[in-house]
């Protein structure tokens, strides 16, 4: 499919290289709320990062799930927990909104399924609410995580594009970024197909046709069932582990309920928006702790409602290496690849909630020792550098270089070892690797992303990365 070159940079436009200071992301939440305990779950986990965001709403909705009530009072219970803790929480890190000013952002959708929440006279607190984050003076786009059905999202652009001029529209639906768990009513197939150039990351289809097995966001903790997750550490996402590290601690942790199917299924749409050095938000095939995406129109599966009619950012594969020893190469390992260090980044900042700062950990601060974006020639020997790394907390921290394929354009192939590419020293502050001239697929060039994770040696030990891109040239 070709598409009109106007509206493939619309689409692009929100995964612009971007190597700069991160900036907060303005994030409008929807959530189905009590359709079952993963949405609560999430809820916690996201407010223990809200310095980390700059929160703009947090609407109850319906969904599949739950056609016809919204649990608003759900998200309040949750959020004046997170009020008794805020104080202790900013001892740790700074910039946690109070939890009156949370409080002001909840709202909620119609109490109606779907399609037939849009329309003439089907506005609602959480869709008004929505258009006015959108239309704020603020440069930043707005990501919309869905933890539901967005048919709040379906009518705030019905609404708009009934109301304004196509190009008043064009600039609304720039502005959005939007995150959705599958297809949990049939907005989402509507949304994309009629606006085009919404910037759309999703697996998309219903799990009445087995879509949540498949869907890259299962990885948050699917297991040999769900998602079959087999190269997985299961020990850090069940009931026994989120009792000790989670549950039990403080007015925050005991809103946390226990997992029916998975935890956190609804996780992923946020947790890419953290700054941990790794993610990229504006650029989805870059891949990070909510995963990793790419631009394409996805061929029609059993678990569609409709054929997909263009390009949305959705599955990609990434190959790992399992806790069983052996490698993976699926959708959902670009999430569960990750996971010890998300779930040790819950847990510590779940002790933030309620122990002073020199009774807790803190992430390192990794620090390159040159430029972020590198360019070579094949066979020119690159050298790397995190001298200058710090941890807050005076902890040894312990390094690791390590090529990440998948997120890059230079097209080679694994190793016998499995490794696509040696890193000299790779566990040491200064490593080098030479860009390969050999299993390469021509024309040889590309760019290659090379990730530094640096772990300390606390309790939890937590993770921060920086990531090197080296663009390999003729």
Known sequence: ???????????????????????????????DIENE????????RFLTYANQFDVEGLIATTSTHQKNRVAPQR?????????QVRDNLEKHEAGFPTGDFLLARVSEGLPVYGLTGVGEGKDSP???????AVDRDDPRPLWVPVWGGPSVLAQALWKVRTSRSSEALAKFVGKLRVYTISDQDDTGPWLRREFPGLCYITSPGFNAGGAYHHATWSGISGDYFHARSDGADFTLVTNEWLDQHIRRKGPLGAEYPRWDYLME?????????????????????????????????????????????????????DEVMGTDGRWHDDNHATIWRWRAAYQNDFAARMDWTVKAYNEANHPPVPKLGHAARLTAKPGQRIDLSAEGT??????????????????????MSNARSGQPLEIK?????????????????????GTMHIILAV???????????????VDVVP
Not at 428 to 443: D, E, L, Y
Not at 455 to 469: A, E, I, N
Request: hydrophobic letters at 40%; aromatic letters at 12%.
């Open 1 to 31: 499919m070709k598409l009109p070159s106007r509206l493939l940079l619309v689409l692009l436009a929100c995964c612009l290289p971007v190597l700069a200071a991160v900036e907060k992301p303005r994030v409008f939440v929807l959530t």
């Open 37 to 44: 305990p993963d949405d609560a779950m999430s809820m916690v």
């Open 75 to 83: 998200i309040r219970q949750i959020v004046s927990a997170y009020g």
């Open 126 to 132: 959480g869709s008004a609410l929505l258009i006015q």
């Open 265 to 317: 299924g609804d996780t992923p749409s946020f947790l890419g928006l953290v700054n941990n050095g790794l993610n990229a938000p504006e650029q989805p095939d870059w891949g990070g702790w909510g995963g990793r995406y790419e631009l394409y129109t996805p061929r029609r599966q059993k678990w569609h409602l409709f054929a997909e009619t263009r390009p949305i950012w959705t599955d990609a594969d």
């Open 390 to 411: 710090t941890d807050p907390d005076g902890d040894a921290v312990s390094f690791d270089w390590f090529y990440y394929h998948e997120a890059g354009t230079f097209p």
């Open 425 to 445: 020293n790779s566990d040491q502050p200064k490593a080098w690797f030479t860009v390969p001239t050999s299993r390469v697929m021509p024309p040889g060039t």
């Open 455 to 469: 772990t300390d040696h606390g309790t939890p030990r937590l993770t921060r990365y920086q990531r090197v891109l």
